[in-house]
């Protein structure tokens, strides 16, 4: 291993420096497959850094895959690869075949629309064996179980997301529910004393929007800038309780940074504000630091965080949580038993084993590389396609990106032309709670169930669609 | 067998004169375990009466769990037993000695306050088979499956539904979901255009006045009768909109007459209202014929049917669904993506199988019996441990009944009492949405889950709880 320069001047916090060190060390090659990290305290005495600094660079390098745990303190490099797949090949004839003949049928060849998972992302021998083992518990499966989620998944969550996320979490501040449509219920439930309205992104999640509207809750849509909800607009509403996605927005993408964090979490303490964090995909960043969640800086106790693992996990497998701050917990327990929460037992049970043995991490590493591969793909596929015929909000994470079209076709031609080539594809539109400002068509699409192997012809085919005369 | 003789002239129908005769002779033993009842066609025949007469009969008399379909056509007698267990045995000594050191350990021994499930009532190793099995369909487990539910399980719901309680119901008027309250979350949404209020039996649902009462509608409580709601309170409200539970009210277990049914949907009829039925222990009408759901005599369209699993199967698989009339399909159809259904799919699939192998009408006959021959056990012990210390309101449904404890404490006393020797159970103030009126305190005990074997000194405990000067 080469020596390691440290620059203690630097503004880059020193775990950082040794981060990105070892990061470049094992994307060339330098460190292979296999090979062990020095040890955590002979390399803090060999640079003069304390413990934590190199834990905090280890974990960070484990938690985008590079590194795994091997024994109790030591770190091996994981295996490393570029681009599996080649890229831009043009499909085979049989493939160009097989999908001429279903769109003839009028059946989805390839949904852009949807985050389900990419059909070989997931191990089900295992989960099975999982579910299996949690039948065990006859006598709490006859019964109707813990109303605020069973306990050792709750344990398993609070370090999870403690671990992931940052921040010192309580298993008696997560509620567990079977979606997160489920928790926001509970939530307009616990927060209705305290506030009639709320703020949300424009455009911003629209089931959640209407949520609220349904109970009762006046919706104030805040415009969404590239670095966030703008805070000007947000602070003169006047609202205390604002809904953002700071960590991958959805719709647009765009990634709300620290000092804009830091004001949004003083703006809450100022005014004594809630802010609902939807942290829905944070796990897929592919690179740099995750973004710290804004969970994790709350120091007043002003964030409720809404994590799901229906991006992780199988969505069919309903499990989503809450962390609720403090100050929110007496509300919440004074009528908890309204509240009782959905998701099935037996999955919650071979969830929370499945955790313990470290199998969620090893899934969110699968899945971190195939969808780390199949955006390469799908982006070098849009490139090479359309070309200057869309714009792209290229991000380094989630599973899906913004394109502006530059087409005069309105948002719902494209999407039905999409339709008619067997595609299927959102419009942003659908996502402003008001009108839409005039500007040119918006859609989003999602790359995570497209096969690799058809990434090519599927963008093909709305190419085709959009800029094909009719 | 007996030359069997049916009065044309009678009011009583034919087909209810034929399975009263079969009954008695079930019950008297006179026809035997594995004994074939004569073949519909034949049997017609030979009493002059239509084919359908003989069908009805035979369908209630096998709904009951008196016989069981053998080949196609043929069906002959289940096995019958009185009372399994010997009734008003003292509990040994052993036993005795048990439940004192748990008792000094502050636990909760006996569980009178809920329905969930004896732990012999369901076979899991045959449930984990269909889990097991569902796991084949990994396409669909990636996706997040049906937005209403999954399809094949709406079918078997729509299949029995109509066969249990009458009616005709299709699967596309069935929504899923993972709870009541999880469907009456929808329910509000999609009522609110139309109703600002909604009455509610008092005492009745508490749970489900708070979710209507979150979402902004008014709570108008309705004094509920010996013969179900009060349909002048009712009528004079103005309201359009009233959730009941007409088969076995809860908590009082009353149960709404056919003269009283008509004449609430007469009065849905005629000012436009909507009924929300629900049928949440229906399976468990131990003698007669179940009463018919007002579903099932809903000419007028203008009842919601709530039906729930988790009485029937362990309550821990989270499956319930509502049946909503076809006026009320296109307004949920229009926003139905806002309210994706979160039943997991993998308990969805498995339980869609299992009630197509016929094992679902299997485990309600399992249920029935053993929870019949509890309630013979708990009525006896409520009988010969309290004399005419308590007031029972003895019904022939259901997993719980109410009593009128003749004791000057008053009812959160004696709560805490019972608690203080192991002993949970409810209140029915609890159940009030406005004050209870000035009378003696009623409690609900719930018998499902307290062990056959201990049944005795379990009221036994409650006993010396109220009656012995603390």
């Not at 390098?61 to 043009?90: H, Q, W």
């Not at 079977?178 to 928790?183: A, E, F, N």
């Not at 396609?385 to 494209?414: C, P, Y």
């Amino acid at each position: 291993m080469e020596l390691i320069m440290l620059n203690p001047g630097s503004k880059e916090p020193l775990y950082i420096q040794l981060y990105k060190y070892f990061k470049v060390e094992i994307e060339n090659s330098r460190l292979g497959e296999g090979e062990k990290l020095p040890s955590i305290r002979g390399l803090a005495k060999s640079l003069a850094v304390s413990k934590i600094t190199v834990e905090k660079a280890y974990q960070q390098l484990m938690s985008e895959g590079y590194i795994e745990n091997c024994d109790r303190s030591r770190y091996r490099v994981n295996k490393f690869e570029g681009t599996a797949f080649k890229v831009g090949l043009p499909p085979g004839p049989q493939v160009v075949s097989a999908v001429k003949e279903e769109l003839d049928e009028g059946r989805v060849l390839y949904d852009f629309a949807s985050g389900e998972m990419d059909i070989d992302g997931f191990n089900f021998s295992l989960w099975k064996r999982y579910i299996s083992k949690a039948f065990f518990n006859k006598e709490r499966l006859v019964g109707y179980g813990n109303i605020q989620g069973e306990e050792e998944l709750r344990s398993e969550i609070a370090k999870y997301v403690h671990n992931s996320r940052g921040g010192k979490v309580r298993k008696e501040q997560i509620i567990i529910g079977p979606g997160v449509q489920s928790l926001l219920n509970t939530l307009c439930s616990i927060l209705k004393a305290d506030n009639s309205s709320i703020a949300f992104e424009e455009p911003g999640f629209k089931n959640g929007r209407h949520i609220f509207a349904d109970h009762g809750f006046h919706i104030i849509p805040i415009t969404m800038k590239t670095d966030g909800i703008d805070m000007e607009e947000l602070v003169s509403s006047k609202t205390r309780l604002v809904y953002i996605s700071p960590s991958h927005q959805f719709p647009t993408g765009y990634i709300m940074p620290i000092g804009k964090r830091n004001r949004l979490l003083r703006w809450a303490e100022e005014v004594s504000a809630t802010i609902i964090e939807d942290d829905y995909d944070s796990e897929f960043r592919y690179f740099g630091r995750p973004i710290p969640a804004l969970k994790g800086l709350d120091n007043g106790g002003n964030v409720v965080y809404l994590g799901s693992f229906s991006k992780v996990m199988p969505p069919s497998m309903r499990v989503s949580y809450m962390v609720l701050p403090d100050r929110l917990l007496p509300v919440y327990q004074k009528n908890s038993s309204l509240y009782n929460q959905a998701a099935s037992t037996i999955e919650q049970l071979a969830l929370a084993k499945f955790m313990a043995d470290g199998h969620l991490e090893r899934q969110i590493r699968r899945l971190r590389k195939l969808y780390y591969e199949k955006s390469l793909l799908f982006f070098d596929a849009l490139k090479q396609v359309f070309g200057k015929q869309i714009e792209v909000n290229e991000t380094e994470s989630g599973l899906h990106t913004l394109i502006t079209v530059k087409s005069d076709l309105r948002a719902q031609e494209l999407v039905d032309r999409a339709m008619a080539r067997g595609c299927r594809v959102a419009s942003v539109q659908d996502y402003y709670w008001e009108h839409m400002p005039e500007k040119q068509p918006q859609m989003i699409l999602y790359f995570s169930k497209i096969p690799a192997s058809h990434m090519q012809i599927a963008v093909q085919l709305l190419k085709e669609a959009w800029f094909t005369a009719g």
